[in-house]
């Protein structure tokens, strides 16, 4: 797997020297141990961080300086970032982000990270490190705080919900009594968050497998309603639906489209929100077609559905169209009657998906060589002749539509 690959090699080849050393940490140690795939690689050292870049260079492996600060220095090898940061110990805090000081202690080191499967250090020969006590808890799949709950929230807020979303992705029954709590008791200050980071850690939560039991803990704890104050009145439930319906039909999982399953389809309220959390331009997109898209009637004839998917676009009514099934599909494990909805939604988000948009064969310049003058009628023209081609079900060609644009 990835702990023998050549570029991981290389790291440990340029810092296991002269009495520094670098360990595989966090995320990638705890999945390999959970029988899982790593995503991004993170290594502690006890190099000081101009040290790792410099002994990089001297390697001749590319340097990127991403938070030299914070102690963390990328490099990249045959493709591959390895996130390089000195041991820290913690120093001070204000909530949001922890001051730290660089050192030389693993222990130290272990104890500033928020919970005990994320701080299991590996070394070249794969031994494990665990000063905290998480190799116990990823046997029992226990997301624990290291030290105090309470003392832990209160140096950073946001470990609130990265508790609820390693919960999403790794916990098992009931989460820690203990942490649960402290997140529940600290809930108000996750609005003292950076909207950045807190719309990041959601979207990694929504992300999970089935991120349902999760949602059902953040809701009963207050955190819910804090982060998305949305999905109060609208509820969680149709999230294990859809979970089924992604199951059953082979869709990825979809953060944007699972959010979008728990807050109301409305304009105004979804653009608050993609505002508050400063979403990027294209998940505002999404949320936007999404909501201005018209509800598709199951029973709805297929040209009537090409001409829905002209005008209102294939993204947002395949959201829509994706609700419903799973809805539906609900809905129809306990009574048959919801079969033939089930079937023809599914035949309709096919169809969407499938869907070559139309384009209209004239333009402002054939108005124009028909001899009607430059001006805001020339619009006009075309747009009712759009409309005309739109109704006859894109029918129109060329010839057609000038002969009635010269009539
Ligand atoms: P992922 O699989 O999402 O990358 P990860 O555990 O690697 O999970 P990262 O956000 O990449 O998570 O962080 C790497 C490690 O840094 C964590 O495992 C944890 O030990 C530590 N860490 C990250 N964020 C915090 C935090 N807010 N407070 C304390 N420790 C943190
Ligand atoms: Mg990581």
Redesign the pocket.
Known sequence: GWFSTPSLRRVFDVFNVDGGEVRV????V??SLMGLP???I?MATTWRPDEVAERAKAAGIKVVPTGIDHGTVTLVIDGTPY?V?TLRRDVATDGRR?EVAFGTDWKADAE????TI??LYANDRGDVFDDVGGLADIETRTLRFIGDASE?VA??Y??IL?FF??FA?YGRGRPDADGLRACARARSKLATLSAERVWAETK?LLSADDPGRALLWMRQAGVLTEILPETEKWGIDAIPELVAAERAFGWKPDPLLRLSAIVPPDEERLEAMAERLRVSKAEAAYFSRWAKAPAVPATIVDTAFDRLLYRHGVEGIVVRLRLALSTARRKSEGDPAFLSETASLRRLLARAEAFKRPSFPLNGGDVLKAGVPAGPRVGEILGELENLWIERNFNLDRANLVARLEA
Do not use: C, I, Q
Request: glycine share 10%; charged share 50%.
């Open positions: 940490v966090g995320g990638a705890r999945n790593a995503g991004d993170d996130e940061t922890a500033r990270r928020d919970f994320n701080a832990r140096e950073d946001l470990r990265r979303r390693f992705h990694k």
